[in-house]
Structure formats: C-alpha cells, structure tokens
C-alpha cells in the first residue's frame, strides 16, 4: 500500500487489526515521511530507529485489542518522555532527559502506539505562530510563507503534512484549536480537568490541558478516549466516568439547540470569516439542530485577563528553572549571577516577556489591581457561559479571527500576535471543551476552522455535533507538498 500516511486513524487501526498492514509497514511510511519533511522543521527530537523496533516487536506479538495497536505517533515536546529529550522548545531544557513519562502519553503507549519523536512547539507554549521556539520556527505544508499556528505548530504541521496519523498538543489559551484551524485539521481542547497535567511543562497550571490532534472527527474521539482518565498524580484531575467517545460518535444532533454569541462578531473581522460563521449556522441548521442567538457580555474582558492570569501562573511555575536542579547552566562570578545568566541565555524574547508580566501582576502593590482583579473577571466570563448553556446545549464560533498568517508578519507586534487569541481563551478561562474542524478556506486557499464549544464534561456532545458537521461541510485540506525533499 502506497498510500499508507493518507490513511486516517481510524483505516490504519482497522488494516492493522484485519492484518491487511503491519506496524512495522505503518511505521516505515510514516518515517520515510518524516525523513524527508526537514524543511517543515516539525521534529525536534526524533526516535525513529527504536520506533521501528517497537513496531518489529508488535508484529511479532501482536494485540489487537488494543485500541492503538501498533501505531506510529509522534507528540509535542511539552510531554515529558521517560529516556527521551524533552525540551518544551526552550534552550533552557536542551539537556533535559525526564527520568519520568506524563500520563497522556502513557496512556497512549499502553494502548500500543509506538512513539516517533517530540514535535517542535512554541518556548514553554508560548506563542500563536511556532516562531518562539529555540530550536526554529515550523512552516505550514499548506504554503511555505505560512505559520502552521501555534503553539502546537509542530503537532500541526506533522499531522496535516501527514507525518503522523494523529497527535496530542496542549492548550493553555488556544494553542490546539488555532494551529488545526490554520493547517486544516481537527484539534480538541477537553474540559479542564479531563486529562492529566502530570509530566506535561507547566505554562499556565489552571488553564493548560491536554488534546487530540487529528485528520478527522472519529480519530479525534477516538484519541481523546485514550488519553482522558483519572490520575491521582494530577491533584486537578477529575474523577469522572469517562465515555467510549468513538463508539458514541453520532451524527443525529436533531433538536439540539447551538448558541451563537453576538460579541464574537468582533471589530475588524474579515468578511471571510463572518461569511464561514454563516456557512456553520446554515450547516447547522441543515443538520436539523436549532440555532439560537445568545450574548456573553464579558467576551471583550477575556483577552485582557487572559494575559494577566497566564503569565502570573506562567512566572511562578518558571521560577523553578534556575540552573540548579537540572536544564541548562551558565557560568556566573557567584551563585545570584549563575542564576541571571542562566536565565538571560536560556528564556527567549517572549518567555522574558510573560515573566516580566507576571511578576508585575504578582507584586505588592499591583496584586490586588491585576491579578485579583483579573480572577474575579474570570469568574464572569463563566458566569457567562452557565447563563448561556441554560439556554443551549452547545456554541458555534469561528476559531480564529483570520485564516494563518505570514511568518515575520507579527513578529515585532506581541499585542497583534496575542489578538489572534480573541475567541479560544475564554474557552480556557471557564474551564470548557472546545473543538476546531476545519470549514472552508478563504480566497487564497488557506484553511479556516470553526469552534464548538461544550458544556464542562461535555465532550461527546461537541464531538457529535463536530461530526455531524464534518459530513456535511466535507473538507479537502490542500496540501501541496512543497516541503517534500
Ligand atoms: N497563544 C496563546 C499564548 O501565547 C496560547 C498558548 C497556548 O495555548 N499554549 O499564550
């Protein structure tokens, strides 16, 4: 079969399981692939040869109850890998070799996948565009100028540049919803609290999660199913029955009622944009669900607080890297020069930045203006959401407010690049589940997604509405292989 990396998921379990393909098969496609995807700059580690004896193994005795048996998967360099680099994009963990494995990817070895290699990602998650990272910035496989998103801009590109069948990223304010939307792929942030924090490089603790990255709806239920469980080590984690979100995927939502919410048709917003929106509702509608207009009041107050809370949270989870315990080292005259140049050289520009911001947020005398204010502000912008989903089962948004942008474009304007933001964190600041699927593409060709967004542990009801969309809208991502050497 040569056409092995096309394969969804879902195809590559099956023909595993009926034996029409091996892993080791599966594997070689997706590393010959891989070998020849340099340009995109989507790996930062990779572990190919033992991945191909992992799939060796696996052939020689198999399981196939296993919900992923023997398949290939590379995931984002914030998961920590037992033996295996984890770098979080930064300098300051370019040494860094975790002694433990998180339990998301755990989870999906258990299930027999075979671990590829660490995908590039924004320093510490930070960033809209992948340009953060110290180890370079990740080009779209959609077009060479474009940036796949971020931060999750390797996962991205390796899955819609078909690298990897799936993938996980995480999302503290976006960043597994917008680089699907700019790359043309589904991406879900689960409810906070669904899937393990544990071994994952803190950003921003009360926002991050964990999440699928995929081609497809099934896929992404499928891998969500995997990696959400309960785990004693998180002590956010939440113990709650799980469900089989790819066996109770339906595409019945008739006399489901979806909210669309006015303060998301924002200032500035290309017509294109507006223009998809409209497209979801009538898609929507043509599903035989409801749409009903609805108001979150507080929408405008989430970017701003937003930027308080994350970096505040984001300032004290780095205070840990110091040159001490582990990570990089620079030589200084004493121990409190040791730990600024340590810090100097191993945080980049914008890693400096939130810090900056967050210890400002944090210190006596702004405390109370900033932060607290900041928390009490986040409380409305859920209020907001529970008044919304008295009246509504779910919420239809774009994902972005524009289609990917060029690489440079907003490099020198953090302010423009954090606007990109404007409706994925309100999603993290309520704690809610929310999905990108790819829509349509603007005039240029370039891909454009739309948000559900769920009630808190909700996430089989936004998958079903995902995929009862995805069938109707019927997507064709259009890779051009630019990048293959
Ligand atoms: N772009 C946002 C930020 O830079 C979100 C990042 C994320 O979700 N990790 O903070």
């Known amino acids: 079969m040569s056409d092995i990396t096309k394969q969804s998921l879902t195809e590559l379990v099956e023909n595993i399981e009926n034996k029409k393909l091996s892993s080791t098969d599966v594997t070689k496609a997706f590393i010959d692939r891989s070998e020849k995807s340099e340009k995109l700059n989507a790996y930062i580690t990779n572990d190919f040869t033992s991945a191909l004896d992992k799939a060796k193994k696996f052939d020689q005795k198999p399981n196939f109850d296993l919900k992923l048996p023997g398949i290939p998967m590379a995931v984002k360099d914030l998961f920590c890998t037992k033996n295996i680099k984890t770098t979080a994009g930064s300098k300051i963990l370019n040494n860094f070799i975790p002694t433990y494995e998180s339990t998301v990817t755990e989870n999906i070895w258990n299930e027999g996948a075979i671990l590829l290699g660490k995908l590039n990602c924004d320093e510490f998650a930070m960033g809209s565009s992948n340009e953060t990272s110290f180890f370079g910035n990740v080009q779209s496989p959609i077009d060479k100028n474009l940036v796949p998103g971020g931060s999750s801009g390797g996962s991205a590109s390796a899955v819609a540049g078909q690298l990897t069948p799936v993938t996980i990223g995480t999302d503290t304010g976006g960043s597994i919803r917008q680089p699907a939307s700019f790359t043309g792929i589904v991406g879900l942030k689960p409810t906070y609290g669904s899937c393990s924090r544990y071994g994952i490089v803190a950003f921003a603790s009360s926002l991050d999660q964990a999440g699928p990255m995929a081609q497809n ?122 730990y600024e140049r340590t810090r100097s050289e191993g945080f980049g520009a914008e890693v400096q930045r939130r810090i900056m911001i967050g210890t400002y947020v944090l210190s006596s005398g702004y405390y109370d203006a900033y932060y607290l204010k900041a928390q009490k502000v986040r409380k409305l912008i859920k209020n907001d959401f529970d008044e919304a989903y008295k009246k509504v089962d779910a919420i239809l948004t774009p994902s972005t407010p524009s289609s990917a942008f060029k690489i440079g474009e907003k490099t020198n304007d953090p302010v423009s690049m954090y606007l990109n933001d404007i409706f994925t964190v309100p999603v993290n600041l309520a704690g809610l589940p929310g999905i990108s699927i790819p829509a349509g593409h603007d005039s240029k060709g370039y891909p454009l997604g739309l948000q559900i967004i769920g009630k808190a542990f909700d996430e089989q009801n936004i998958l079903n509405i995902a995929y009862a969309m995805e069938e109707k809208i019927n997507f064709k991502n259009k890779i051009t292989d630019w990048w293959i050497k």
């Open 217 to 338: 709806v099934k896929d992404c239920a499928l891998l969500h199913e995997v990696i959400s469980s309960y785990d004693p080590k998180d002590s956010t984690s939440i113990d709650f029955k799980r469900k089989h979100y790819s066996k109770e995927l339906t595409n019945n939502i008739k006399g489901k009622k979806i909210g669309i919410p006015k303060e998301y048709r924002v200032d500035g917003m290309p017509k294109e944009i507006e223009d998809l929106w409209q497209k979801g509702i009538q898609y929507i509608k043509d599903c035989g669900a409801e749409t009903i207009d609805i108001s979150l009041p507080n929408t405008s107050y989430a970017l701003p607080t937003y930027y308080i809370v994350a970096p505040a949270e984001a300032s004290s989870n780095l205070a840990r890297y110091d040159g001490v315990k582990y990570g990089f080292r620079a030589k200084g005259e004493n121990l409190i020069d040791m």
